[in-house]
């Protein structure tokens, strides 16, 4: 055995000085025909194609975005097969751990009948830099192998598909956030509120629809790309104060896995400041801005923005805001326009512009058009459907006697869902059922009643006013008289 080492090692030692006596004294130009004539002499007994995706590419300390999604594709793929994974902590409430293969496995997998493998390496170099520790680079990659007559399908299909997959997979594992503005600088919290679709109290055939149109949304980057339009869609979410506009949007970011960036405008200085807050929001995210009517006065700001005078003309300079005003917003709406859609609301990924207002009517409709806000949605009043969601969800209630009594005074009335949750809130322990769905009752005909005597209050001004308006009109009959004789020449 010794033997049989020592003439291998004299062997490897004597193949290795050939090569390096080639590698010296040959010639570039033969070298490079004898590499090239060998390479194809072996691609033709070996009918694999290799892909090597490198952990960094290009600049050194940027981590490529092909490998990192390939990791946590990897990651799900391989639980079956992989007997070593590296685990990391996410912080997600619904998997507190990520896995990915560690570095030496091989994994097979398998696309439309296709097998392809993956393997995970690393190269090992030396630092080059002068240090006092020994120091080494580790260049991890991963290797994909498969069989050239699936080159096409693998090159397109397949791997769009990993990478899809991947970025997926990341952003639900994503501890999400919260950013608000304080002027022009963004920062943030995570982002932990626990609305869903399902807790959210509103009819539930406009619930699916919403449902649906944030699902086509948000896998509709191809169709954006083909018809030439930017990957994003606005809201306009509408009605009284407590029918849940900021619980959807909740509901909205925990639904597609975004961040949410809620757009304080009264902070923002003027239109650059607004530019620059909207080019430093990431792709996934939601734009909101709440109660716009009140964030601007966008009347107003409208004549402005149309008035504007002409700097010529001195007469009609700018006069110099008084001390206390200097610090206002300038945000006009053209302004707001183009952050809505202008050339900048194109740049990065797909995003979500929702807008909150207790007063539609209040608003420019330049602002609201279709195409700026392409879904116009109004929460309203707590109807009997709206009713028996927070019925379940606060009572784990899905019917009772008392509900039919419910659902004529949910008709007659108009109270919002925070009203109606807040007298289902159990106020002990077990929840006494019937002593919330009686109190819900009382409250509702508290606010049945106190409709009545406004109405009949209303009706009494009303005749009122009519009486004094027919005494008023009979003046005016007198003096139409009055004129119409004086016309006759009998004044
Ligand atoms: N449709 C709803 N479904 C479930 N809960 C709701 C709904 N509407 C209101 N609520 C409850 O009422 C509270 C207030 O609702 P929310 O803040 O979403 O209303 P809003 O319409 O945004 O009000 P505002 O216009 O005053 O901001 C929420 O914390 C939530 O618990």
Redesign the pocket.
Known sequence: MGDLLAQLGSVLASVMFVWAIIQQYFPYNIRNFFDKYSQRFLTFFYPYIQITFNEFTGERFKRSEAYSAIETYLGTTSSMQAKRFKADIIKNNTQPLALSMDDHEEVADEFNGVKVYWASGKNILKSQSFSFYPNTDEKRYYKLTFHKRHRELIFGPYLNHVLKEGREIKVKNRLRKLYTNNGSQWSHVVFEHPASFQ????DPVKKQEIVDDLTTFSNAEEFYNRIGRAWKRGYLLY?P????????IAAMANFLCYDIYDLELTAVKDNTELRRLLIETSSKSIIVI??IDCSMDLTGQRKKDKEEPEESDPAKKPVKPPENESKASKVTLSGLLNFVDGLWSACGGDRLIVF?T?HVEKLDPALIRRGRMDKHIE?SYCGFE?FR??ARNYLYLETHDLFEKIRGLLEETQM???DV?ENLMPKTSPADVEGCLRSLIEALENTKEEKRIEEEEKRKKESAAAVTAAAEEKDEIKVAKLVENGSNGSI
């Open positions: 807790t959210l109290a509103m009605g104060p407590g029918t849940g506009k900021s619980t959807m709440e109660d909150t207790n929460l709206a969601v927070l919002t869902p925070a949750a």
